[in-house]
């Protein structure tokens, strides 16, 4: 988490996950990156869905890069089965355009595995809405990311959040990230509600995929997070103007300051000693912005891209 803020570059912004006529979605892929470009997005993934009824699409996008815009080539990846019996929904940005379908016995845990053996940075796919278990959260032991936000989750059935996993797999030693998304689909007003900020010395894709995998981001739904530091026994958090600042870690643990127009704020960490702590901040309109996690023990901050996947 520290990392993101002292890393060289500057913040850029993407949505990594949406869809375009090459799955479910309403507007063409040239039409979805002029969407985000003209918001003044600096980056964004068409994910289209990868599935046989859509002749797995991995979405070229690379023809509307150009003039500080970019894009990341991803897919949304399906196998069978969660606990739940539903399909699994895995995110994958930096995929090849020549990636293979799955084979008939790969489940969703391998199939994320190849996806991040090919390159691509995986998250797990909006949690609440499809009511994935701890269980199958763990078992995607190649997961780069959670999403904390998902915007289409949220507009169209009040289950955008994912904080509760995020949160159960940080507590289980899980090192795993926090993504806020878009999942557009251009059937409801579903997007531009949650986007990542990425710390990068250029907007480039391989530059902006080595920064997501190293997790040098932070999450947001609008509030700005500038700073964050460790200064002796507090964290030391600078934003723009916010009602909340908080740090949050296993089961209670809490630190907050409220007011009004924060700009930054002072909390004590000696309470996260020994696990991890998050920050989150929340502006006058309730909209939020999600850190990546600090590990508080006596490893070094670990990144899911460190872990030998077996």
Known sequence: ??????????????????????????????????????????????????????????????????????????????????????????????????????????????????????????????????????????????????????????????RGDGLVMLDALLSTGRPVTAIAVDDSHWKADDAFGGWVMVKAEANEPDTLLAALKAGRFYATQGPEIHDIAREGDEIVVRCSAAASVMVLGPVSRNARVHGRALTAARLPVARFEGGWCRVAVVDAAGRRAWSNPLWLDDRPTPTPQERTLP
């Open 1 to 158: 988490m520290l990392d993101t803020f002292k890393a060289p570059g500057r913040f850029w912004r993407g949505n990594l996950h949406g869809h375009s006529t090459a799955s479910d979605g309403v507007l063409s892929p040239e039409d979805v990156c002029g969407a985000y470009r003209a918001a003044g997005y600096d980056f964004t993934t068409v994910s289209d869905h990868f599935r046989p009824s859509y002749n797995y699409p991995v979405t070229d996008t690379t023809a509307f890069r150009g003039d500080g815009f970019t894009t990341l080539i991803g897919a949304e990846v399906h196998a069978p089965a969660t606990e739940a019996g539903a399909d699994w929904h895995i995110l994958a940005v930096g995929l090849p355009l020549d990636f293979a379908p799955p084979g008939p016995d790969e489940d969703g845990p391998a199939l994320a595995r190849r996806c991040a053996a090919a390159g691509a940075f995986v998250a797990i796919a909006h949690p609440y809405w499809y009511g994935l278990t701890l269980a199958d959260a763990l078992s995607v032991d190649a997961a780069h990311a959670v999403e904390v936000y998902n915007h289409t989750s949220q507009v169209n059935c009040d």
